[in-house]
Nanobody, 116 residues
């Protein structure tokens, strides 16, 4: 079993910065990928980015590439999403997701609101 808990959400001005954290506990060794997703009001869940734990390979959705950065602190079992220069369309609930073989875990999400 794996537990995920996001934190760091809040209200941020457009053009500012915010860092989200995803604390991971449990059988983390079985998790091969960590993802960030988001869901804006009235929309479906959207992929934001991922980190492959075996080699640290990172990828991003085009909508956030160049503005958001994913990092991982293995010692603290925490994955971060650094949001720089957020835009109004980045307003959403942000979720982290851990994926292993036949296993998929989600956190409860953290709200990010970008104000003008």
């Amino acid at each position: 079993q794996v537990q995920l808990l996001e934190s760091g959400g809040g209200v941020v001005q457009a053009g500012g910065s915010l860092r989200l954290s995803c604390s991971v506990s449990g059988r983390t060794a079985d998790m091969y990928y960590m993802y960030w997703y988001r869901q804006a009001p009235g929309k479906g869940r959207e992929y934001v980015g991922e980190i492959r734990r075996s080699d640290g390979h990172i990828d991003y959705a085009n909508s956030v590439k160049g503005r958001f950065t994913i990092t991982e602190d293995n010692a603290k079992n925490t994955v971060f999403l650094q949001m720089n220069n957020p835009e109004l369309d980045d307003t959403a609930v942000y979720y982290c997701n851990a994926e292993g073989v036949g296993k998929d875990y989600w956190g409860p999400g953290t709200q990010v609101t970008v104000s003008s």
